[in-house]
């Protein structure tokens, strides 16, 4: 099913919020390959939010190449990056991933909706929440009567509902106790391991690293761009 | 899905949203009211009189003898002689006059003294002619016609026996009581202050007052019905009379003769050229009243935007989580557009009823009070010009929340900065 080269592929990326500062995010080269599970740990205010927005095509790079499943970001338009984000990329955030005043059902019938799936139908919702040891009765229920942890199950499950070939986590477990976030850390990799969906975790919790393949401080992959030149 | 979106987003926030709406439906209403109430008042000012050349009174201002004369707002100064209106009334080029004769009335109605003339020529609307609903025109002196409102007011039948009042207060100190008229015929309805009247003959006025004297009962000379009769009952004065005239031709010629009469200080008017001149004096008014209106209803689309731009702090984080499952940053602004529209549209449709509910209260207390027929249905299609300028006006100003929504999405990355 994978038919690119590398799930991610930067190239000589800068950005900076404003063109004459200081860019605060700058990376020579980094690639993954396919199917990998990536830790990236970082000091807050490091530039992780940032690379996770450059990546999945929120921000453009004020110079250099991002390639994600070898399209290349910075060459399509804001429109195509936003369809590409839809199809391509589930992305969970620390909290609040939901509209609160919408129902489970209908905030993951909302990713269906952008990612343009017609083929998408309630029983793949259901299943797949049943997948995540959400119980049916939930679905219906208003997004933001659910607890923290439950919240968060969702927004793992209107990551993966467009069978994503990436998914980008920004600290998605810093607001659940830990009986939670080891129960959510498995739920999300299982998940991911059925697809091969590359993973790409972002946090500063560095006890989190043994889940994954692969552990990267953010600080020594800008480094690592520096001492190449 | 977006508009699906809106209506769910907008319900997460009732109260700010309902107080806004209900905001815009008071602007919508007044907005529509006062057009409404112009443009009915013009129309039902316009059509209460119509084939009458001249109305002649005893000299006064224009306006007001029109207004006393046919819609019966305010009182007459002074009351013509009846030699003057048989000299007028017996010109060669008089094809008809209808003599009216006021000052009495019956809970709380005009009583409009004529003749049987006045059923036959008098006009209103599109020349349409006075109909009867039920029985006949008066033809004896105690006899009465009433007016379609009066009749469904009161509930009267032709053959009810009533009394009349001296004076033009609701409650009536000084009663005819001692002359009861007989309701003979009900008129069809105008849409006009002649529904609100009662009419009897000029002999009927002159009998309930003939042991009367400067406006009060004679004490001591009493003069029963039956012996009224006896007397001669021709009229010494009436307050008004309408002409109609052979032909146009000679209207400025006896206007003139009329305004230089030398016997008494009359005066003729066109009822056509007087509301012409009502208009250009209210004209300015309703233009004021169409202004506020108008800055209201500005002020309530104002209040929309500052409702959406001020939430827009607290939806940043809805906005992030939009971008994030893949909403173009032009989605974000539809969505506050559709979610501005949605509220002006449920403000027009809250404010049009509301005003169709007050007119349809209004109405009889207007045409009561003011001789106003007001219809109950203010949609017309100059109203939904207006309408669609709402919306466009709302469409405008919601332009700047809903492009700090897509600038803000633009710039700013995942993750809400606080």
């Not at chain 1, 499950?157 to 939670?180: C, F, G, Q």
């Not at chain 2, 000084?174 to 009900?186: C, M, R, W």
């Not at chain 2, 200080?265 to 007087?274: D, E, F, N, R, S």
């Amino acid at each position: 099913m994978t038919d690119f080269d590398y799930a991610l592929d930067l190239q000589n990326v800068s950005f900076s919020w404003h063109k004459r500062h200081a860019p605060v995010l700058k990376i020579t080269e980094w690639r993954v390959e396919p199917g990998r599970r990536i830790f990236l740990h970082g000091a807050s205010g490091s530039g992780k939010s940032t690379l996770l927005s450059l990546i999945s095509g929120i921000l453009v790079p004020t110079s250099g190449h991002i390639k994600v499943l070898d399209t290349d970001l910075t060459k399509i338009g804001g429109m195509a990056r936003d369809r590409f984000r839809a199809r391509h990329i589930g992305v969970i955030f620390q909290q609040f991933n939901l509209l609160p005043y919408l129902s489970v059902e209908a905030n993951i019938n909302l990713a269906v909706k952008f990612g343009n799936r017609h083929d998408a139908n309630n029983n793949e919702i259901s299943a797949l929440t049943q997948r995540l040891g959400l119980d049916r009765s939930i679905l219906t229920r208003k997004a933001g009567q659910l607890s923290v942890g439950q919240q968060q199950r969702v927004a793992v499950a209107r990551a993966l509902i467009n069978h994503p070939e990436l998914i980008i986590a920004d600290e998605p477990t810093s607001s659940l106790d830990s009986d939670t976030r080891d129960e959510f850390m498995r739920v999300l990799l299982e998940s991911a391991a059925l697809n091969r969906t590359t993973v790409i975790f972002v946090s500063h919790d560095k006890s989190l690293g043994h889940y994954f393949d692969q552990e990267i401080s953010l600080h020594d992959l800008m480094q690592a761009g520096e001492s190449k030149v | 899905m977006m508009l699906k979106l809106a209506i769910a987003s907008l319900w997460n926030r009732k109260l700010t949203v309902t107080l806004t709406v209900l905001s815009i439906a008071v602007g919508v209403f007044l907005l529509l009211g006062v057009e409404h109430i112009r443009s009915e008042a013009k129309n039902s000012f316009s059509k209460t009189v119509s084939g009458v050349d001249l109305i002649v009174g005893a000299r006064t201002g224009p306006l007001n003898l029109l207004l006393y004369s046919v819609f019966h707002i305010g009182n007459a100064s002074n009351n013509i002689s009846w030699q003057s209106y048989r000299e007028f009334s017996q010109k060669p080029e008089v094809a008809w006059s209808i003599p009216i004769s006021l000052g009495d009335s019956h809970k709380g109605y005009r009583v409009v003294g004529t003749s049987r003339d006045f059923f036959e020529h008098f006009h209103y609307g599109q020349k349409q002619n006075l109909a009867f609903k039920s029985g006949r025109a008066f033809d004896g002196v105690y006899e009465a016609v009433v007016g379609a409102q009066v009749a469904k007011t009161l509930d009267y039948q032709p053959g009810q026996s009533i009394t009349l009042a001296h004076g033009i207060a609701k409650v009536g100190f000084s009663k005819h009581d001692d002359k009861p008229f007989i309701v003979t015929g009900i008129l069809a309805p105008t849409g006009t202050p002649v529904d609100q009247a009662v009419y009897v003959s000029l002999a009927g006025i002159e009998a309930i007052h003939i042991d009367w004297q400067g406006g009060v009962h004679i004490p001591g000379r009493s003069i029963g019905a039956e012996d009224a009769l006896k007397h001669d009952l021709t009229p010494k004065s009436i307050t008004a009379f309408m002409v109609g005239l052979n032909s146009k031709i000679s209207l400025f010629s006896l206007q003139r003769e009329i305004n230089n009469y030398r016997d008494e200080a009359l005066v003729g008017i066109m009822p056509g050229i007087t509301l012409m001149e009502l208009w250009q004096m209210i004209g300015a008014l309703e233009n004021i009243l169409q202004l506020i209106s108008i800055l209201v209803l500005f002020a309530t689309l104002m209040g929309l935007s500052t409702m959406l731009l001020a939430s827009m702090k607290e939806r940043e984080r809805e906005m992030a989580v939009l971008r994030a499952i893949g909403a173009h940053a032009g989605s974000l602004f539809f969505l506050i557009e559709i979610e501005a529209l949605v509220v002006t549209v449920t403000g027009i449709l809250v404010g049009s009823t509301a005003l169709c509910i007050a007119l349809l209260t209004a109405r009889t207390e207007l045409s009561e009070q003011y001789g106003l027929f007001i219809g109950i249905n203010p949609f017309t299609p100059l109203t939904f010009q207006y309408l669609l300028g709402i919306l466009a006006v709302s469409f405008v100003l919601a332009l700047l929340p809903s492009v700090s929504a897509y600038r803000n999405s633009l710039g700013s990355g995942l993750v809400v900065r606080t």
